[in-house]
């Protein structure tokens, strides 16, 4: 069976057992706690926890995963083990709340042995050592004999990460046979290489807290996994995957990209990991992830210069990644039609980013030579140098060493490990905040649990009458409400919440638990009691600012597209009443006509006057009408669809204006860089483009005014003046050069055997060396010491030695430097200083001249 068939035989078993079959979910979690969707279970999570419905109760799914970063990571692995990989698929069936283990094992068993007819004399099983009810559907229901199933302790309870849902799991291995390994089945250390595991069923019981408590989950769930790559190789007979049928087409082209022969069996590593790497950069790239120096682009960033270093090894000095990605696409563009459709976008991406590593490589390499040539052979290379090269340019350490060796070179591992670990040590840290953050809404959650998420009217409605189900000093929480809750890049609406006995200013609305909106109050007079009704009224001119600036992002959106191209996909945003911020994917800057003509689309579309649609509709119907996600909204399957004008058609669940002409003029303010391959525009519409119109006019007003022109004619008086300042800086600067020679004759005249240490006033850095250099080739002079105040308070002493001197320049100041608490150049002839201590310029020439006297 090759894979195509077995994703397909996969989810028809279960959708023939009333599952619903849901199409993989991005690899972009929308999780703060996790980087990558790393398994099937990870886009239910809220289902699990009971924060959100499932609107189904049984579910199957072929969900693309990766392992590259945070705590599941199986980067360095890869390549060099037969079954490690960074991007792999996940075959999974889901319950929630509704069968649990007495259904979902005899599930499992019936489609290994009776559908995929595996021989159920190899297959083992693992129970938790406490689960009894598991191990005892295995025997007497199942039919599994008892030496065939072992108990396990941790390896046998399942979690996602340190907190959140987790339970006891069961697991199916596949007994390789005698040749791979002793027996004794998985709970035998010594056999994991006979002994595979092929099938993970995970009971969800648990949420646990950050305190290390455990919370029963509402309704306990069914989570099972199956590595897709595993089951094909026990399918089709092969000891690795590497051996499967669509790896074998890959590492065929990889093969071929990279002109490697199949006799090369000593670049087997390096054809596994291109083309692992090759599978999980396309994937990553086509799911948003842009390199850079963060977060997932820091992990994507690292595969790819995996990639290329191991090309690099093959000996392939041209671009690859590109290619590698055309070959993943043209496998795999079948099961995920994405890739074809954006497969432009993730070749300019990869070859953009490999292009510069490249350029990055020979960088390191200029720079590790020359710590090299200082070094002889049985020397160590400081491992702090290795690490710079490792982090600051990418270079991986085992190149570094390799280069090294050849020089009879070693690395100190220890300072390398140590710099490491500190690093390790900070995103460590840097991601265990995230999951605390993450699991802090406890109290929020048990008032989820028994009232139910908000009623949200706020699509329709600007005020309405509710009921209290919840208040403390800080916020307010109603069983309906018109109030939008911060949300994929839009703010929170403001307004009132007013009862018989209290009223309240609320400053803020986000979320407590899921579907649940605190309102944060600003200012209370009064009080409120849980169960009072009360009257909610947003602030409906701050409410109609932000939908001005919201609709507006969708049409920069798309006009944005439409100048740069496809490959523009939104990266972050932020929608509120005084204006509006974009983060994109670009390569470079945008230039002035490239701005002008986005601003001319977007203004075009709202002058239009053309309308403003919102529909509900289904994932599936979304995509056929064109709709494209917004970064950092969740969606379920049932999606709100924008229909800003005729041509933008976003998924999104904000809040917009009806008709386009409500938007009012739109005009980029800025454009910049926020990090590699990633820019940002930040835009103001409506109201907030008039008020950026009127101070633009009173600057120019006051700006005319000064120059005394009419503001029609400012550009010609600001030319005028300039030419005069210009003029009048050349007369300065001749009076400048003529005062500074006469502060050469007057040196002179006082130099004591041809010695001059002195300090002046009233020159500039730059004068001041010209002075020094023009003194010291001056017969008479053989050595000259100025020192001055600069005018923002500092200290600069310079020094001129004359060719027939034997004194050095920059050793007479090493010891003044030192004295005004600064530092500089080295140098025989001429060397300069400068410091923060002016003060102590006198002591500095004093010990100057005590130096010299010495000599």
Request: net charge negative; aromatic share 8%; hydrophobic share 40%.
């Amino acid at each position: 069976m090759k894979a195509k068939q077995l994703r397909e035989t996969f989810t028809e078993f279960f959708e023939a057992r009333e599952h619903a079959l849901i199409p993989s979910s991005s690899l972009i979690p929308h999780d703060d706690s996790l980087l990558f969707t790393n398994s099937g279970m990870v886009p239910f999570k809220s289902f699990f926890l009971g924060n959100e419905t499932s609107p189904f109760k049984r579910a199957t799914t072929v969900q693309k995963c990766v392992r590259a970063g945070g705590k599941h990571n199986d980067l360095d692995e890869v390549g060099r083990t037969s079954r490690h990989l960074t991007f792999f698929e996940m075959l999974g069936n889901f319950s929630f709340g509704d069968y649990f283990k007495d259904e979902a094992i005899p599930m499992a068993w019936e489609f290994f042995t009776e559908i995929l007819g595996l021989d159920s004399e190899r297959l083992w099983v693992t129970v938790h050592e406490t689960d009894d009810e598991a191990a005892d559907i295995w025997e007497t229901i199942v039919g599994v004999s008892p030496d065939r199933i072992q108990r396990l302790d941790a390896d046998n309870w399942w979690r996602m990460a340190d907190t959140g849902p987790n339970g006891p799991c069961s697991e199916i291995f596949w007994d390789m046979g005698p040749e791979y390994g002793p027996s004794g089945g998985p709970a035998n250390a010594l056999a994991e290489d006979r002994y595979i595991e092929i099938w993970n069923l995970v009971f969800m019981q648990f949420d646990q807290q950050t305190d290390g408590t455990q919370i029963p989950l509402p309704n306990p769930s069914i989570d099972t996994g199956a590595g897709l790559e595993r089951v094909l190789l026990v399918l089709q007979g092969v000891d690795s995957v590497w051996l499967t049928d669509e790896f074998q087409i890959l590492l065929s082209r990889v093969k071929e990209i990279c002109n490697i022969v199949d006799k090369d069996h000593e670049n087997f590593i390096s054809l596994q990991i291109l083309a692992d790497h090759a599978r999980s950069t396309t994937f990553l790239t086509n799911d948003g992830v842009v390199p850079s120096n963060e977060d997932r682009g820091y992990v994507l960033r690292r595969i790819i210069r995996r990639a290329v270093r191991h090309a690099y090894l093959l000996g392939v000095n041209e671009p690859v990644m590109g290619r590698l990605a055309e070959a993943v696409v043209d496998l795999m563009g079948d099961a995920y039609p994405e890739l074809v459709e954006n497969s432009s976008h993730i070749k300019k991406i990869l070859e953009r980013e490999e292009i510069g590593f490249r350029q990055t490589l020979t960088t390191g390499m200029a720079i590790l030579d020359g710590h090299l040539l200082q070094l002889e052979s049985g020397d160590s290379l400081n491992g702090e140098v290795a690490f710079q090269l490792h982090d600051t340019y990418g270079f991986p350490i085992e190149l570094t060493q390799e280069i090294t060796a050849e020089k009879g070179i070693t690395v100190d591992q220890k300072s390398f490990e140590a710099a490491m670990a500190e690093q390790r040590d900070r995103a460590r840290k840097d991601f265990s905040n995230k999951e605390k953050n993450q699991n802090d809404n406890s109290h929020f959650q048990r008032i989820l649990e028994e009232h139910g998420p908000s009623d949200f009217v706020g699509y329709e409605k600007v005020r309405i009458e509710s009921r209290i189900l919840f208040v403390d000093s800080n916020s307010v929480i109603l069983d309906q409400t018109p109030f939008y809750a911060e949300a994929g890049g839009q703010v929170g609406d403001r307004g009132i919440i007013e009862g018989e006995h209290g009223k309240a200013e609320i400053i803020d609305t986000v979320y407590g638990a899921v579907g649940q909106h605190r309102h944060i109050i600003g200012s209370l007079v009064g009080e409120f009691q849980i169960g009072e009704k009360v009257v909610a009224k947003i602030d409906e001119v701050h409410r109609l600012a932000v939908q001005r600036h919201h609709t507006g992002t969708h049409l920069l959106h798309w006009a944005l597209r439409e100048v740069l191209g496809d490959h523009v996909k939104q990266q972050g945003s932020w929608v509120g009443a005084e204006r509006l911020r974009f983060d994109f994917s670009h390569f470079e800057s945008m230039t002035q006509e490239q701005i002008r003509e986005v601003e001319d689309l977007a203004n075009e579309e709202i002058f239009s006057g053309a309308g403003v649609a919102m529909l509900e509709t289904g994932m599936t119907e979304a995509k056929k009408m064109g709709a494209i996600a917004f970064f950092g909204e969740k969606y379920g399957e049932r999606v709100r669809v924008l229909k800003a004008g005729n041509n933008s058609v976003e998924l999104c669940g904000g809040t917009h204006v009806k008709h386009l002409s409500d938007v009012g003029p739109v005009k980029i303010v800025t454009e910049g860089s926020i990090g590699s391959n990633i820019r940002r525009i930040e835009a103001v519409a409506g109201s907030a483009s008039l008020n950026l119109l009127r101070d633009t006019e009173s600057i120019l007003g006051e700006s005319a005014d000064l120059l005394g022109v009419p503001s029609t004619n400012m550009v010609e008086a600001l030319i005028k003046r300039l030419r005069e300042m210009d003029e009048l800086q050349g007369e300065i600067n001749t009076l400048r050069a003529a005062a500074t020679q006469g502060y050469a004759n007057d040196l002179i005249e006082n130099a004591v055997d041809g010695v001059i240490v002195q300090k002046i006033s009233g020159l500039r850095r730059d004068e001041l060396r010209d002075l020094v250099m023009n003194l010291r080739s001056k017969e008479e002079v053989k050595v000259v010491v100025l020192g001055t105040v600069t005018e923002n308070g500092g200290v600069s002493i310079a020094a001129g030695v004359s060719d027939t001197e034997i004194s050095d320049a920059g050793e007479l100041l090493s010891g003044a430097s030192k004295i005004i608490k600064g530092g500089g150049g080295k140098g025989k002839d001429f060397a300069m200083i400068g410091g923060k201590n002016a003060e102590a310029l006198p002591n500095a020439l004093e010990a100057i001249r005590d130096l010299l006297d010495k000599a």
